[in-house]
Nanobody, 114 residues
């Protein structure tokens, strides 16, 4: 089992920045790639970025967001710059173990005001 806890969300004005953190605990030896997803009100959850063997970003955040891992490997960060009102969402940390079991954090709210 893996537990994921996000932090760092909040309210920011358009053009501002936030840094989200996700800390993993439990069977962290099984963790390889970690990712961020987000879900805006009334919309489906969408993928934002992944860091594993390679780093990939959704087109909507490319050039503005940056995903990174901590030295201990059990943490992942999402640096969000040039935030837009459409970035407003609950952001979730995600990982999966080698057996295909998916793990999600509880989410952290990001609100960008115009």
């Amino acid at each position: 089992q893996v537990q994921l806890v996000e932090s760092g969300g909040g309210l920011v004005q358009a053009g501002g920045s936030l840094r989200l953190s996700c800390a993993a605990s439990g069977s962290i030896f099984s963790i390889d790639a970690m990712a961020w997803y987000r879900q805006a009100p009334g919309k489906q959850r969408e993928w934002v970025a992944t860091m594993g063997g390679s780093t990939n970003y959704a087109d909507s955040v490319k050039g503005r967001f940056s995903i990174s891992r901590g030295n201990a490997k059990n943490t992942v960060f999402l640096q969000m710059n040039s935030l837009k009102p459409e970035d407003t969402a609950v952001y979730y940390c995600y990982t999966a173990d080698p057996y295909g079991r998916a793990y999600w954090g509880q989410g952290t709210q990001v609100t960008v005001s115009s």
